[in-house]
Structure formats: C-alpha cells, structure tokens
C-alpha cells in the first residue's frame, strides 16, 4: 500500500519516508480549518481499514462516528484552541471501516511547528492499536 499518490508535494520526502515505513498508525492533520488529513500511514490504514484516498482532506472525527467520547472530545477541543499546550493523550472510542467499534487505549496528539518561522503547521496523531489485536499478532 502507498501513501504518495494521496499526500501534498510539499511535506518533505523525509516525513512520508518515516509514515510509509511506521509500524506505528500516524496520522498527519493540517492545523488550519478544520485540521484536515493530509497525511496517514499504511499502519493507519490496517488498523481502521481505510486507505488514504477516504481519509485524506477529512477531519479523522469520522472514526469517531455516533461514539459518545465526550472527555476525549473535550480534552481534543482544550489542546486545539490552546497553542502553547504541546500535546494531549486520551483514550478515545473509534471505529474501523466495517463499523466494529475499537477503543484505542492512547490517543497521542502533537503540535509540530514550521522551524523556519515559528508557527503551528501540523498536527501529529499517533493511534495504539488495542491489546487485544496486538496479542492476536496485529502490528
């Protein structure tokens, strides 16, 4: 599965080198508008069973579907309107593209800055697979 055909030119080849190799689901958000995808890792993609082209320009709230997560949604809300809060972590309910709901014990989301001039650009989230599935022999 690759990622390149789904990703904007301008991140730099390093950073989808990393995503297309991670192990890890990554996911990559712009934090501008509405912190759409611009960026998510084959890991991502087996782990909630949607390939780049149906996530990619997206808000990820789309793997939450109708799930409560009212503190996990509150605790998101607090670190994207506060840009001095560096990360958030969070267990959160989503679901995979065949509707199974999977609670992900740690959702872990990051700001990352434009070194050049100092400014919020991206988002980084990174999704733990549950440990059900780690010990079933998943990522």
């Known amino acids: 599965m690759s990622i390149g055909m789904c990703v904007s030119s301008e991140l730099p080849k390093a950073l989808r080198e990393y995503f297309e190799q991670s192990r890890v689901a990554l996911a990559l958000a712009s934090a501008e508008g509405d912190n759409h995808l611009v960026l998510v890792s084959p890991a991502f993609s087996r782990l909630t069973g949607y390939e780049p082209e149906d ?68 988002r980084v989230a990174v999704r733990r697979e549950p440990v059900a599935a780690r010990n079933a022999g998943g990522i």
């Open 55 to 122: 996530v990619v320009g997206r808000n990820c709230r789309l793997l939450q579907r109708d799930a409560a997560n009212v503190e996990p949604r509150a605790r998101l809300r607090e670190f994207l309107t506060r840009p001095s809060q560096p990360n958030v972590r969070t267990p959160i309910v989503n679901f995979s593209q065949g509707r199974d709901a999977v609670r992900q014990p740690a959702l872990h989301v990051a700001a990352a800055l434009d070194r050049r001039q100092g400014q919020l650009y991206l």
